[in-house]
C-alpha cells in the first residue's frame, strides 16, 4: 500500500465531492459531513465518471444511467442489474491534509 496525498481537508467543503487522478486512478473523495470517503471515479456499467453525478447523504447515482452507489463500501446500492463494485479506498488524515492508500 502507498500513501498518497490528495489535497487539503478544506479544499472539499461539507457536502462536496470531487475527482482526483492518483496513481493513474481516477478516485473519487467526498466530505460526508466532516467525514472523507473515497471510492473509484468509475461507473463499471458504461465508464462514466461518478463525479458528475449527484450526492444524497452517503449515495452515489451515476450521472449516465442511474446506478446508485455505496460512498462508504463502494459497493451498488440499486440498479436493474448487477455491477462490480466500483472500489473503495482508505482515507488518512493528518492535520488539514488528505491522503488516500491505494
Ligand atoms: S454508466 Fe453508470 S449506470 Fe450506466
Same mark, same amino acid.
Given at each position: 500500500m502507498?500513501k498518497v496525498l490528495v489535497?487539503?481537508?478544506?479544499?472539499?467543503? @461539507?457536502g462536496?465531492f470531487?475527482? /482526483? &487522478? /492518483?496513481?493513474?486512478?481516477?478516485?473519487l473523495?467526498a466530505n460526508?459531513r466532516?467525514?472523507?470517503?473515497?471510492?473509484?471515479?468509475? $461507473?463499471?456499467?458504461e465508464?462514466?465518471? *461518478?463525479?458528475?453525478?449527484?450526492l444524497?447523504d452517503? @449515495? *452515489?447515482t $451515476?450521472?449516465?444511467h442511474g446506478?446508485?452507489?455505496d460512498l462508504s463500501?463502494?459497493q451498488?446500492n %440499486?440498479?436493474?442489474?448487477? *455491477?462490480e %463494485? &466500483?472500489g473503495s479506498y482508505?482515507?488518512?488524515?493528518? !492535520? !488539514?491534509? *488528505?491522503f /488516500? @492508500?491505494?
Amino acid at each position: 500500500m502507498a500513501k498518497v496525498l490528495v489535497g487539503k481537508r478544506s479544499d472539499i467543503q @461539507e457536502g462536496e465531492f470531487t475527482n /482526483v &487522478i /492518483v496513481g493513474g486512478r481516477q478516485i473519487l473523495i467526498a466530505n460526508i459531513r466532516g467525514r472523507y470517503f473515497a471510492t473509484g471515479n468509475i $461507473c463499471t456499467h458504461e465508464g462514466a465518471e *461518478l463525479h458528475e453525478g449527484e450526492l444524497h447523504d452517503k @449515495e *452515489l447515482t $451515476c450521472p449516465l444511467h442511474g446506478a446508485k452507489w455505496d460512498l462508504s463500501t463502494g459497493q451498488l446500492n %440499486s440498479f436493474h442489474e448487477f *455491477l462490480e %463494485s &466500483i472500489g473503495s479506498y482508505r482515507i488518512l488524515i493528518e !492535520d !488539514d491534509t *488528505l491522503f /488516500v @492508500e491505494i
